[in-house]
């Protein structure tokens, strides 16, 4: 039975801390928590969400990828988990695009990231993956592994007016409907 977790706000510690490896994925206390990862992302409707956001400072995230109004090209990638993930390499390519954050509630902003990423990581069964990520997927997968790191996406802003709440783009888009 997997349950929905409290998600730690921007100014939580927790949030600035790196956190430590998982030494074995297999641990049935990680196991758990990422049952209850996936679960309270999709009870959110989110794209992914990292451990430290629920008070778990380890290595491992949860994240998923699908084709949306913002993301028209994203690849598919169904929801999974992701433990003491690498970055092998990035594309020069860049990309700007919207983010937001489960501990930020009620801003976005838009965040360069490389377009294309080579990344590895484990699985819940402690096999290593080895895979391309783009577009949604590959800036899900940075995003998150910031939180590991003690980063938010604030800190990877150009500049300061990049900063929108949700509520105004909404707004905008009324006007533009209009
Ligand atoms: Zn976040």
């Known amino acids: 039975m997997s349950r929905i977790l409290q998600v730690a706000l921007i100014g939580n510690p927790i949030l600035r801390e790196r956190a430590p490896e998982v030494p074995n994925p297999e641990d049935p206390r990680i196991q758990i928590l990422i049952n209850d990862l996936l679960a309270t992302m999709g009870g959110v409707n989110g794209v992914g969400l990292a451990a430290p956001q629920v008070n778990e400072s380890v290595r491992l995230f949860v994240m998923q990828s699908r084709k949306g109004e913002l993301f028209p090209n994203a690849p598919d990638v169904p929801p999974m988990e992701v433990i003491n993930p690498e970055v ?91």
């Not at 501990?103 to 819940?124: C, D, E, F, V």
């Not at 577009?135 to 998150?144: G, K, M, N, S, Y």
């Not at 500049?159 to 533009?176: F, G, T």
Request: glycine content about 4%.
């Open 88 to 178: 092998l390499s990035e594309s020069e390519e860049l990309d700007r695009a919207w983010e937001s954050c489960y501990s930020m509630p009620g801003y976005k902003a838009l965040i360069t990231r490389p377009a294309k990423i080579l990344a590895r990581w484990q699985n819940r069964y402690g096999e290593l993956i080895e895979s391309e990520l783009r577009d949604l997927a590959a800036r899900v997968f940075l995003h998150e592994l910031d939180h590991l790191d003690g980063k938010m996406f604030l800190d990877r802003m150009d500049s300061i007016s990049d900063l929108h709440a949700k509520m105004e783009l909404v707004l905008a888009r009324e006007d533009e409907l209009r």
